[in-house]
């Protein structure tokens, strides 16, 4: 599985969650040089994520920087693997939250008297283990309406191109 695998799954998915309002990805967190892997909001909070298919420590420093330019939650998004006690602690020590990806369960439907693969997956693709501490400043909330604002625009052109795709 690829980097992009796993982000487009995720966003799949967490289009599906009920209490999800918006969800967009690779989204400008201020700066050219720091994108979101993945950034939604749930109850009028802005949550980015960054996704990596290993541990290190740079996703972190990448996620601290997320709340200091207006998300609500950062959190680091990892395969299932096991995560060391110092991982473990150095996720804790810097406020940000850790995410296990669950891979998405191979379904069937049932056509007629026919089982066909399923390859969509509704279920929330993640684990939480370590919840975010971290606040962001008060002093970027310019920054994180305009951020909500850029998350529901691109929200609802995916919708529009998916209504014209099936001809709604």
């Given amino acids: 599985m690829t980097e992009y695998e796993m982000q487009y799954d995720c966003l799949q998915r967490l289009r599906c ?7 967009a990805i690779e989204i400008s967190m201020i700066t050219q040089s720091h994108y979101a892997d993945i950034c939604f909001v749930s109850h009028d909070k802005l949550i980015a994520l960054e996704l990596k298919l290993t541990y290190c ?8 920087n997320y709340s200091q330019w207006g998300a609500d939650k950062v959190y680091v998004v990892t395969p299932k693997k096991q995560i060391t006690k110092k991982a473990l602690a150095r996720f804790q020590e810097s406020g940000v939250g850790l995410l296990l990806y669950n891979a998405p369960v191979k379904n069937e439907v049932c056509i007629g008297h ?3 693969p399923c390859r969509i997956d509704f279920s929330y693709p993640f684990e ?4 975010p501490t971290i606040k962001r400043p008060t002093d ?3 920054y994180h309406d305009d951020i909500i604002t850029e998350v529901k625009f691109l929200h609802e052109e995916y919708l529009k191109i998916a209504r014209r795709a099936c001809g709604k």
């Fill in 114 to 116: 026919t089982y066909l």
């Fill in 140 to 142: 970027s909330d310019r």
């Fill in 128 to 131: 939480h283990v370590v919840e």
């Fill in 57 to 64: 420590e740079h996703a972190i420093e990448q996620a601290i």
């Fill in 17 to 23: 969650q009920r209490d999800i309002q918006a969800v």
